[in-house]
């Protein structure tokens, strides 16, 4: 079974009397352990069709499945669950919460997935292990370094062992070495957790994790 798989993906928004085709047919599956980097410019598309594989928004026409689960446009209800349960998310500006440390960031994130107690605290204490931050736990985000902060964000992501994690430019907010490190985590990371993973990027040093690069230009994938 893929982690993930789009098929002939359409998204119209209407903008005043005009519909506006973003995504023209857009087609992209993901293996369990496969690293894919998605490029593209400004406008190509490639921001909404990372938002429509997250289930954040749902598809004019055309099937996204997710470990399994086929989304249907006509019960956008669904979309949070299996958000919750398949997908993780690492965001460029981190998105952590100033007032909780390293572990109850991630404890956040494994209580809204329905984890609580202390199984969410081992949890979380674990996986943070996981990205090399043993001893920053009880850190707050504010006395953490741009590269931890992003180790934070990927710990919450794979808290609570989602099939697909989907990155939005993951190193736009650190310099080459540190970029380097954290890419380095995320392939080891994917290939021993065996997670399918998405890189939304404009970095080119991302090309040298990924298995495979794939182009959006103009809501289509580029040939």
Do not use: W
Request: aromatic share 4%.
């Amino acid at each position: 079974m893929n982690a993930l798989e789009a098929h002939d993906v359409v998204k119209t928004f209407r903008e005043g009397r005009e519909t506006v085709e973003v995504l023209k047919g857009v087609s992209l599956t993901i293996a369990p352990g496969e690293i894919v980097a998605l490029e593209g410019p400004s406008g190509s598309g490639k921001t909404t069709f990372l938002s429509i594989l997250g289930c954040i928004l749902t598809p004019t026409s055309g099937r996204v499945v997710v470990e399994g689960t086929e989304i249907d446009p006509r019960r956008p209800g669904r979309l949070p669950g299996i958000r919750k349960k398949s997908i993780g998310f690492v965001f460029q500006q981190y998105n952590l919460f100033p007032s909780l440390t390293a572990l109850e960031n991630v404890q956040y994130a494994l209580n809204i997935k329905g984890v609580r107690g202390d199984a969410a605290r081992e949890q979380a204490s674990s996986v943070l292990d996981l990205v090399g931050l043993g001893d920053r736990k009880g850190f707050l985000p504010r006395d953490l370094s741009g590269g931890q902060k992003q180790r934070v964000a990927i710990a919450r992501a794979l808290a609570g062992k989602p099939a697909v994690l989907l990155a939005d430019e993951p190193t736009a907010n650190l310099d080459t070495q540190v970029g380097g490190q954290v890419l380095d985590l995320f392939r080891s990371l994917a290939k021993k957790e065996n997670r399918g993973l998405l890189i939304l990027t404009h970095d080119p040093k991302v090309r040298d994790v990924v298995d495979r690069v794939v182009k959006i230009r103009d809501g289509l994938v580029a040939a």
